[in-house]
């Protein structure tokens, strides 16, 4: 019987044995696959690497054009408010009339107004009233019976337009 317990602990054994060399045939072939994922990452890393600093390139060059285009916009909101004061400073010396007839003005447009603003407000302008320039706008009408066309004129100076709508 004694010789049948040593048997029976000799399979045990044997098949402890036989379990922990299939376990470790087991860890062999993870312990090459770790080996041979272990080589091929330095490649991995070098292509992320590339990747990178590719990315990093083109960042810089669209934080560049961003820079630019704030830039840019900058410049044309100093330019729009540029515009609009040069536009208000251009029209303050213009003066609207309405309700003359067509040809009153004859050909010489600014003598008619230096005459008819003297009458009209009853004021003596000294010096004289001088235009840059003074018409009719728009196109001349087709049809007589419609509404004469303003006259539009530009004082040479700023103080004579403040001094004919104060007498008006």
Known sequence: MAGMEQATKVDRILQEITAVNRRLEGMDTAKTSLTTETKSMPLDIAGFQSRVTG?????????????????????????????????????????????????????????????????????????????QRAHRLGPKRKDGTSKPRPIIACLLRHEQVHQLLSAA
């Open 55 to 131: 990315l990093e390139h083109r960042m810089a060059t669209v934080e560049a054009h961003v820079h630019t285009v704030l830039d840019k916009d900058q410049e044309l909101e100093f330019l729009r408010s540029k515009l609009i004061d040069l536009e208000d400073r251009s029209q303050r010396d213009i003066i609207c009339l309405f309700g003359f007839p067509e040809h009153a003005e004859g050909t010489d447009t600014p003598s008619f107004l230096r005459s008819i603003l003297r009458q009209l407000t009853e004021t003596v302008f000294e010096p004289p009233l001088e235009f």
